[in-house]
T-cell receptor
Framework: DTGVSQNPRHKITKRGQNVTFRCDPI?????LYWYRQTLGQGPEFLTY????????KSRLLSDRFSAERPKGSFSTLEIQRTEQGDSAMYLC?????????????????FGPGTRLTVL | DAKTTQPNSMESNEEEPVHLPCNHS???????IHWYRQLPSQGPEYVIH???SNVNNRMASLAIAEDRKSSTLILHRATLRDAAVYYC??????????FGTGTSLTVIP
């Protein structure tokens, strides 16, 4: 399968613990996005990378959240001192902007998500 | 970013066409109109996108109003597998997506 993969698919943790999620984008996709989705809502943007550079972070991304993409390939999202309000689905998406010009757009490809439950 | 407005839910009978509307009155000239759908327990899936002209692909058709302030996603023959939440999103080249709450489509056998 050459799509976006995320691990783990499910994570249950106790409040106050740290958790880390991994996203493997489609190879050669230079853009990688993280979103969070709570029940009944659409995905909310958290942050994105172009290659290894983190270019934008949403106000939703508190100091307890950190994301990395050290080699411009896979990415990790860490949540420190988890709170019950962090319970959500965390989605990763990738896209390839190489060759885009003149305001053209391209599609994002989403992974299956990691469902986090904080007890 | 410009916002979109969609009905919360719609129903369709199986094998009939479905027209899912989206209003985006504050769209700018560089905003593309994207449609994604999300099946239960899955990540969003690309359906179609366009800028000014109507678009067709194997999954659906996208009809864009002449003033671009609204669009309609058309599923030509709804199947049970089309039951999902459909999101209409405005996107400028390379930017992140801003999802609304979408339209939950129920397909009745």
């Amino acid at each position: 399968d050459t799509g976006v993969s995320q691990n783990p698919r499910h994570k249950i943790t106790k409040r106050g613990q740290n958790v880390t999620f991994r996203c493997d984008p489609i190879s050669e996709h230079n853009r990688l996005y993280w979103y969070r989705q709570t029940l009944g809502q659409g995905p909310e943007f958290l942050t994105y990378f172009q290659n290894e550079a983190q270019l934008e972070k949403s106000r939703l991304l508190s100091d307890r959240f950190s994301a990395e993409r050290p080699k411009g390939s896979f990415s990790t999202l860490e949540i420190q001192r988890t709170e019950q309000g962090d319970s959500a689905m965390y989605l990763c998406a990738s896209r390839n902007l190489q060759g885009l010009a003149g305001g053209r757009t391209d599609t994002q490809y989403f992974g299956p998500g990691t469902r986090l439950t904080v007890l | 970013d410009a916002k979109t407005t969609q009905p919360n839910s719609m129903e369709s009978n199986e094998e009939e066409p479905v027209h899912l509307p989206c209003n985006h009155s504050t769209i700018s000239g560089t905003d593309y109109i994207h449609w994604y759908r999300q099946l239960p327990s899955q990540g969003p899936e690309y359906v179609i996108h366009g800028l000014t002209s109507n678009v067709n692909n194997r999954m659906a058709s996208l009809a864009i109003a002449e003033d671009r302030k609204s669009s309609t996603l058309i599923l030509h023959r709804a199947t049970l597998r089309d039951a999902a939440v459909y999101y209409c999103i405005l996107n400028r080249a390379g930017n992140q997506f801003y999802f609304g709450t979408g339209t939950s489509l129920t397909v009745i056998p």
